[in-house]
C-alpha cells in the first residue's frame, strides 16, 4: 500500500516505540477528514520480514477494533553471494547493440558480495544460460572478494561441471524502459562452490 502524501490533519507515524523509524519499517499515514490510511513501505527491504501493519478503529459507541495484516515488503533488488545478503545492491544495466550488460555490486563498504553478466544475442523477456564455451559470460564473488566462474573442468579431466546458471528477463518494454530480471545458480573457485541468487529492475542505459 502507498499513501499519496497528507495533508495538515493527517497523522503520520511508524506505529513503534521508539518513533522516527520510517526508514526501517515504513509509516502510516491517518486521514483525519476522511476514514481512511495508507501504509508506505521503507525504501530498503526490512531484516524482519514480513512486517506486521496494525491500524485502530473507534467504531463509536460500539468500542474500538484493531485490524492486523502481514505485508511482506520487497526491495527492486536484492543480491547473495556466498551466504551473504545485499537487500539493496547497486545495479547497473545497459544494452549495447545486442548485448546486455548488467552488475549487482552490494552497497557495503566492501562491494562484496558482486555478479556480472553478458548475455551477447540479448532478446527481451526470456531465460538465458551460460554455456561452456560462451558466448555468455557471467563471474560472481562471495564476502570474501575471491572471483567464481560459472563452472570448470574436473582435475585430470576434460569434464566440465556447470554452474546451471539462469537469468531470467521477467520484464523488458524496450531500451530505456524498466527491466526486470532473476539470476540464480552455482559458481565456482576452481572445486570450490558459493550459491548466488539476485533479483534487479532498472533502467539500461543504451550505447547504440
Given at each position: 500500500m502507498a499513501g499519496k502524501g497528507s495533508d495538515e490533519n493527517d497523522t503520520v507515524t511508524d506505529g513503534t516505540a521508539q518513533g522516527d523509524n520510517y526508514g526501517n519499517v515504513g509509516q502510516i499515514t491517518e486521514g483525519r477528514t476522511l476514514a481512511k490510511a495508507s501504509y508506505d513501505a521503507p525504501i530498503r527491504e526490512p531484516d524482519a520480514n514480513p512486517v506486521m501493519i496494525g491500524a485502530e478503529l473507534d467504531l463509536q459507541p460500539f468500542g474500538r477494533v484493531t485490524v492486523l495484516?502481514?505485508?511482506?515488503?520487497?526491495?527492486?533488488?536484492?543480491?547473495?553471494?556466498?551466504?551473504?545478503t545485499d537487500n539493496n545492491?547497486?545495479?547497473?544495466?545497459?544494452?549495447?547493440?545486442?548485448?546486455?550488460?548488467?552488475?549487482?555490486?552490494?552497497?557495503?563498504?566492501?562491494?562484496?558480495?558482486?555478479?556480472?553478466?553478458?548475455?551477447?544475442?540479448?532478446?527481451?523477456?526470456?531465460?538465458?544460460?551460460?554455456?561452456k564455451n560462451g558466448p555468455n559470460q557471467t563471474t560472481a564473488s562471495g564476502a570474501s572478494g575471491e572471483g567464481y566462474a560459472h563452472g570448470y573442468y574436473k582435475p585430470y579431466s576434460i569434464e566440465w561441471v556447470s554452474g546451471n546458471i539462469l537469468l531470467t528477463i521477467t520484464e523488458y518494454n524496450g531500451a530505456e524502459k524498466p527491466m526486470?530480471?532473476?539470476?540464480?545458480?552455482?559458481?565456482?573457485?576452481?572445486?570450490?562452490?558459493?550459491?548466488?541468487?539476485?533479483?534487479?529492475?532498472?533502467?539500461?542505459?543504451?550505447?547504440?
Open positions: 495484516r502481514s505485508i511482506r515488503v520487497e526491495s527492486a533488488a536484492r543480491l547473495t553471494g556466498g551466504g551473504t545492491p547497486n545495479v547497473a544495466l545497459t544494452i549495447m547493440g545486442n548485448k546486455l550488460m548488467g552488475t549487482l555490486v552490494s552497497a557495503s563498504p566492501t562491494a562484496r558480495p558482486f555478479v556480472s553478466f553478458i548475455i551477447d544475442d540479448f532478446r527481451g523477456k526470456g531465460t538465458y544460460s551460460f554455456p526486470r530480471g532473476t539470476l540464480a545458480g552455482t559458481y565456482y573457485k576452481e572445486v570450490t562452490p558459493i550459491a548466488v541468487s539476485a533479483r534487479f529492475q532498472g533502467v539500461p542505459s543504451l550505447i547504440p
